[in-house]
């Protein structure tokens, strides 16, 4: 159990049968009445943010959220085949529990498998990716000083917005979470 008044970011806690994680926290102290934590939560397996309020003493229990590394294989129609790389066990899941997570992860890469009491309810790829450009158009010499981007697609088939001088078969680094292209590799 963790009390409101030690409520951190990154914090994960249970209420009503759901899981959230506290994105924001602010203790509130005002001039007249009792203190009290306004939160913003997140709900981990739905992805809704709620705020809501707690008082200094009231107690929730703290969720127990299991990240596990495994290896990507293969996608067969809707599910995605991952191993896990000590016992060699493999686990399918649906779409629903992957949603775009995986459209910067090529076959036989690394993910972190998020649990919770063994429902598997999210894929964490890695931070940063490599991927080769397969189709783009191509630049023009010269027409670098407006910052302009075009937008290229990869070989996972995302589609990423890029600097005018990338060309086709260019590997470059992209960052998984926003989506951006980092720089060329």
């Known amino acids: 159990m963790i009390s409101a008044g030690d409520f951190r970011n990154g914090v994960t ?13 602010q203790h509130v102290k005002p001039g007249k009445g009792a203190a009290f934590v306004r939160t913003k939560l997140k709900n981990i397996k739905s992805g809704g943010v709620v705020e809501k309020t707690f008082r ?4 929730c229990p703290q969720a127990r959220i299991d990240r596990k590394d495994m290896q990507y294989l293969y996608n067969d129609g809707d599910l995605y085949y991952f191993m896990d790389t000590e016992n060699y066990e ?21 993910c972190k498998v998020c649990s ?20 783009t158009e191509p630049g023009f010499k010269g027409d670098t000083a407006t910052g302009a981007t075009k937008p290229a697609t990869v070989e996972t ?3 990423v917005s890029v ?3 990338v ?15 980092l720089s060329r590799v």
């Open 13 to 25: 806690i249970e209420i009503e049968g759901n899981i959230y994680q506290i994105i924001e926290f």
């Open 116 to 135: 919770h009491n063994g429902n598997v309810f999210a894929i964490e790829p890695p931070l940063f990716v490599e991927l080769v450009i397969t189709e």
């Open 157 to 159: 088939g995302a589609t």
């Open 56 to 59: 200094p003493t009231e107690k």
């Open 163 to 165: 600097p005018l001088f």
């Open 90 to 110: 493999q686990i399918a899941l649906g779409k629903d529990a992957i949603g775009d997570a995986l459209k910067f992860v090529k076959e036989n890469e690394m």
């Open 167 to 181: 060309d086709q078969g260019d590997t470059i680094k992209i960052d998984t979470r926003t989506g951006e292209y």
